[in-house]
């Protein structure tokens, strides 16, 4: 019996239902597991995504783009191919995909966390045949903290800053990470504002009906904002451009799983590093992979040779799924030096290899 | 050990100065005189010992963990830095850690759970690494491993220790720099003596903090007159000081070590200066009127003797240029010029080794004979040119000499602490070049940990690519990081960490010396290797040959090699 999925030109095809996952090129249908840039790409005939994610991928592939959605669990046939969307846990419509046909079943979980998240629905396990599992933190010297832990130093962070009279900085990716952080953080202590990219968002969550605290946006041509209280919530590019000479003096923290490593935190040179990630830590993955129950899993972008080997010696058929991105996902992908783009930046990169 | 702890990251976290001595001072001003001690000799870098080897940690920490042991290999070629890789992997501690792990101080940690160690069996110690690993948070896991295998680098400079302390125990900078030299403070009473406001009795075998030179930044023209300075070889071996007080002398190095055992026929020679000297001067290995470079002083320097055999090899003289303590008073306050003065009265032999035969006769002082010894204490000549002109003129004939460029010391310069600009200049020659291929790439460390940033280069050799030099240094990190991506992308095969690149990229290799050598498979060594630029815009086909090396040893340059030998 021939596999559900194979990696072609244009990125995962399901050749039984003539429809690809997160493609890399335009095609004709398209599912999207969500809308982070590398993931979801403009221009294809047919979308079809889980339905909290409908509005943040409207507004990623354009308010002309046909797209269909799907409720979490409900069947869609296409093609004599069974399609459900299971919630992934990842940012706001997250999807892990569930292909069956003919008595097999496989699950892509496009990329996924364990952890709590006020934003959007909890990770769930789907049961299958072949599991295609991300790997991006699949090193065991990624583990993640307490959400709460994190909150609180974040709080401590933004208390001792406006007592200082400083603006504390708060970079991390505009959609998903800026509003999960959002809603952690205790609105009590001063105002929140949010860079362009990250209202944009914003405003695609509160229309799809999650609740965040009051964000102020920067207004045009303003000269001052905040006054050495505020939580300024922006994507990294702004880091070390003119944009944040709006804040006077400022704390420059950067929110990511990256974090962990001390050499990372060092190189990137910020004031402060928040180990925060919506990626599944290395327990996460093998907890996942557990969870699923499949006698296959098939691992991509990441850690991939390394988790394959692990699972492979604890007895599981495991292998690389072989994409036309090989590279390892580097803490750094995002270091060098993009362009001054301060107006829109959703991708999220930083925390991925491209697939 | 969690002040400790907190301070290591305090100084981690910082670049700036002012917000370090402000760490150091406040963890002095709190901590107990036997942790104060043990910091200081942990910050200054010292020797640390081993107290159980990385290869052990590394497999308690992956059984530990439950993951194989390649796991944890692969997981700190990722992260580039042991400590914190082995920190990382380990299980979260037990709740209570919070209590236990803050109880114990810095200097009854590492007496119980590091020096008491050795000589302990791999059991006996597994059992107390367990049990510590148990007790400490991941960040203070880190500071702990570091300790243990003895690779705790902070990154602050003795000068700032010194200035904390000052600021701590109410004195001057630079008499505590001074206290701090050498075998200073090591336990709860030293430390005591170091932080009293009197003057210390042990002060008798104390060098005096270093001074330091800068690279020159301009036209040597722009200084002023030639008038206004005195200009020296810039010599090619090991900073020291000579300390001749009472009924010994001592032979300090510049990173604070006694290597009176290494050096025996310099300690002998300076029987003969007066009680009551110290001199500020460089350790030079000469064989015959030829100066041997730096790498021949090492082979001697980490010695705590020194066979027969290699006394001959690599014989070592003291060259002297600069007088600190006259007559048993402190003279660093006077105008150099003056301190020269005293220098060559005392010690009156200028040194001519490096210099032409025709020059040497010329100034009238053999170098040996067989009849006279060699005499193992000089002092350095001034180079002598009435106009910048001749001063570099005097300088292009360096590299020939042996000797790495010309110091300028302004005359009315006093003898200060540390790197201060402006009156000591480093004038080196123009380093070597050549262009290379980028044949192997390594991840590297601390703040480029993760990234390939160590690199082996090589040139041509009868149609293949031989590697020479190894380079850590000299691109930006944004090029890092391009070069990085370049380099997993070109990757044709991993040994661990190290990966073997298809030769695609080549960089333009400045050193400052070349040699023979029969360690290097090339047969040559080259000196302070390190990338100047990256040439895009050639291809690997015209990098540089092995014979272009080989034809710049022959070009006169130094020879460190006894037997010199080229492996075909
Ligand atoms: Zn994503
Ligand atoms: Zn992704």
Redesign the interface.
Known sequence: MSDLLAVTDAGLYCSQGDFYIDPWRRVPRAIITHAHADHARSGCGRYLCASPGTLVLRSRVGSSAPIDSLRHGETLSINGVEVSLHPAGHVLGSAQVRLSHAGTTWVVTGDYKLEADPTCAPFEPVECDVFVTESTFGLPVYRWQDPAAVATEINDWWRANRDAGRTSVLLAYALGKAQRLAAAVDPSIGPIIGHGAVMKMVDAYRASGVRLPPIDRVPPRARKMGGGRALVIAPPSVAGSRWLGLFGETSVAMASGWMSLRGVRRRRGFDKGFVVSDHADFPGLLTAIAASRARRVLVTHGFTDTLTRLLQERGVDAAVLPTRFTGEAAPDAAVAERDDDTQDDTTDMSEEAPV | MKRFTDLYWRL?ATSSTNEKVDSLREYFAAARPEDAACAIRVLSGGRQLRAVSTTLLRQWAAEA?G??L??VE??YA????LA??LA??LP?PGPDAATTGVGMGLAECMRTTIEDLRGASDQQKRLVVERVWQLLAPRER?VWHKLLTGGCRVGVSQTLVARALAEVAGVDPAVMAHRLMGTGVTDAESYAQAMSSEPTADDARRPYPFFLASAIECEPSDLGPTSDWIAEWKWDGMRAQLVRRGADATLWSRGEELVNGAFPEVIAAAAAIPDGTVLDGELLAVRGNKLLGFAAVSKRSGRRSVPRKLLEEVPCIFVAYDLLEDDGADIRGLPLVERRLRLESLVPLPCTAGAEPAASEAVGVPFETAASPQPRLLHSPCVVGNAWDALAAARATSRGRGVEGIMLKRRSSVYGVGRVRGDWWKWKIEPLEIDVVLLYAQAG???????HSDYTLGVWHDGRLVPVAKAYSGLA??EI??L??IV??TTLDKHGPVRVVQPTQVFQLAFEGISHSTRHKSGVAVRFPRIVRWRRDKTPSEAGTLADLVQLIDAGTIDASPQPEMTP
């Open positions: 981690d963990a993951i194989p390649w796991l692969e997981c990722h992260v580039g830095d914190e890789t990382l992997v979260h880190i460390h601390g703040r480029r940990a993760g990234l990190d944004a990081v391009e990085d991506r997993r992308a």
